[in-house]
């Protein structure tokens, strides 16, 4: 999880790739979703 929240974090400091955020978001819930499951 915290591996997982390192990802977010550095995905919040990149302002320059914001149109790229949301392909990262669905990539992290995904892979969230699958470490719980």
């Known amino acids: 999880a915290q ?3 390192r ?3 550095k995905i919040n ?3 320059r790739k914001l ?14 979703v699958a470490l719980i499951t």
């Open 3 to 5: 591996a997982l929240r």
């Open 7 to 9: 990802v977010v974090e």
């Open 13 to 15: 400091l990149m302002p």
């Open 19 to 32: 149109h790229n955020w949301k392909s990262a978001y669905e990539i992290h819930y995904g892979a969230s």
